[in-house]
Structures are given as C-alpha cells and as structure tokens.
C-alpha cells in the first residue's frame, strides 16, 4: 500500500473561544438582530456568534443532544434549547399552548439552525464583517447583563443630606455676582497727548452740565440723555444715553469694559458720575445707573439641579469603573503590528 492510500488524518480546527461545550449562542443573537428589521445586518449577525466547536464533515453528522439538559435539537454543532423556544413564543405573542404557534416556531428554529450550521460549514464565522458585527453584539450584550443593573440602582432617590453637602461644596456655583448698570461717555485721543488734553475738558464740561441739570441726576435710567451724542465716540451706546448694560466686577473679556467696570465700581450710589479719568483705552466719563445684587440661589431651589449633576457623574463613575474592570481582567497580547 502506497502513502496515498493511507487516510489522511484529519486536521484539528482552533477552538473557538465562544464555544460553550458545543452549545450554540446563536439564536439569542439571531432574536437581537430580528428587532432592527435588516435582512443584511441580521444574516451577518446570525453567522456572528456561531462558534466553530468541532470540525466539520462532509455530511455533519448529528451528535446526540438528548444527554444535554433543556435541549430540543441539535444540527450539527448547533444546539436548540426549550428556553430558544421560549422566547420565539414571547416574540410571537403566542402562548405555550397554541399548537399552531408551536409548530411554526419549532419550523423556524429549524431553518435557522441549518441555515447557521451551512454557514459554519463556509468558514463565515471567520469572515471579519462577522467577527466584527459579533463583537459589536457581544459587547453590547455584556453591558446589558453586568452594567445596566449598576446603572438602575442610580436611578434610586439621592438622599437630601447628601444634596445638602453637594450644596455646600459647591455654592459659589450658585452665587451670582453683584451686576451694575453704567452709562458712558467715551473719547478717544489715539494716544495723542494733545487730544487728550482737549477731550479731558471737554468731558469736564459736559460733567459740569450735569450736575447742574437736576432733572436728569433724578432719573439715572436715562443715563448721560442727549449728551452722549455730542461727547462720546462709543458706536453702540452713542445714541442711546451712553448705556452700554449690565456690568460685573472684573468688566467683559476686552480691555474697554474692564476699564469701565474699574471706574463704575467705586461709585457709591446709583446715579452718581465719575471723575473724568483718562487711561490707555481712551477718556472717560462714567455713570452708575442700577444695582442687581449678588444672590445666592437656595438650595430648595437647585436641589432638582444637584441631584441631576450627581447622578450622571455617579453613572459616568460606574461606567468608567466597568470598563476599566473589563480591561485589567483581560489584557491585550499582541501577536503582530
């Protein structure tokens, strides 16, 4: 006898990791693709979690399922359980007595599981479209199981003394700073010494006007009235009484409304104006129209707030943590780059 005569000894297949002692995870993950309704998507998905448990035949002999607990058939390396048959019935809306609906399901199940074991047969649980929408699934599924049942706890009431601590750790959050408003004339000298002379007394007079014209220092609304439009070259608030709005401490982000908010600031009383004070950004004169006063929101009115904050950085927390536990527990080794 010659070497071709011998038989060939048949080479073993690489285990597949989610192999479960030759069960199946196919037709949980074949339910999961059903409710997007996506014929392509779902074929893959079926092929996605077939493991390859043993090699294949020619025929594919069937093994007995019968030593297998729960088990209704076996094709293959495939195998289906009564649980299977379950939740086809659930999906159906079928109760377990309904004979047609039985029949049906069991004929479905069937089909699926010749179609999977074919598609073992072709090698496409290693195609990387499969392998991929299978990791996809997996992953999504592990997230399911081990971290929405952390997620849902969260849901539960966060207790008020721990809302009142949250409050007091962070209370200048809910603090807003004393706001004034301010009426400005403005001139601008472009650096010309000069100039700047000229517009200091000529913002001296229109001062001086004011403080002679009791009707307008009774009435700070109107700001600087209609002297804004001979005595300032500030576009927006020109013709509008100089008012320029609502100004905190530290002023806006430009080098202007900083040095209006260090002139207003100091004044004592609303209505009251500067002293014409010339600086880098120009000349100024500067009256304190209004207060708004700082005030401090009371807890009764953020607790609603705090506890949204606390809960999504307590399940922004547990899903970092879960991710991090998934990591260390199972570590990448990397065969080739």
């Known amino acids: 006898m010659n070497d071709n005569s011998k038989p060939k000894k048949r080479q073993a297949r690489t285990p597949n990791p989610l192999c479960r002692s030759g069960v199946s995870l196919a037709l949980p993950f074949i339910y999961f693709l059903r409710a997007k309704a996506a014929a392509r998507v779902a074929v893959l998905g079926f092929l996605a979690l077939l493991p390859a448990c043993s090699p294949k035949t020619a025929n594919d002999k069937a093994i007995p399922a019968g030593h297998e607990e729960g088990a209704l058939f076996r094709v293959g390396t495939i195998v289906v359980y009564k649980a299977d048959l379950t939740r086809e019935l659930e999906e ?21 599981a010749q179609f999977a074991q074919a598609a073992l047969a072709a090698n496409l649980d290693r195609d990387p479209l499969v392998r991929a929408e299978m990791a996809r699934v997996l992953s999504s ?66 001062r001086e006007w004011f403080l002679k014209n009791d009707d307008l220092k009774a ?20 013709y509008k009484g100089g008012v320029v709005g609502w100004l905190e401490r530290e002023g806006g982000m430009d080098a ?82």
């Open 92 to 112: 159906r809306h079928a109760s377990p007595g309904d004979g047609a609906a039985k029949k049906k399901a069991l004929d479905d199940l069937v089909s699926r």
């Open 141 to 206: 599924r592990l997230r399911e199981k081990m971290l929405a049942p952390r997620l849902k706890e969260i849901t539960a009431p966060i207790p008020e003394p721990r809302l009142r601590e949250l409050y007091q750790a962070g209370v200048a959050r809910f603090r807003s700073n004393e706001k004034r408003q301010v009426a400005v004339l403005w001139l601008n000298p472009g650096g010309n010494p000069e100039r700047g002379k000229q517009y200091e007394e000529k913002l001296a007079s229109a």
């Open 219 to 238: 009435h700070p609304e109107q700001g600087f009235s209609v002297l804004s439009v001979d005595h300032s070259e500030h576009a927006a608030s020109r």
């Open 256 to 337: 202007w409304s900083k040095a209006v908010a260090e002139i207003a600031f100091p004044l004592k009383e609303p209505g009251e104006v500067s002293a014409v004070i010339s600086r880098a950004e120009g000349v100024f004169l500067v009256r304190y129209m209004a207060l708004k006063p700082a005030v401090l929101r009371p807890f009764e009115a953020v607790a609603a707030e705090l506890e949204r904050a606390e809960r999504q950085r307590m399940r922004a927390a547990a899903e970092a943590e879960f991710e991090a536990a998934i990591k260390a527990n199972h570590p990448v080794q990397w065969l080739s780059k």
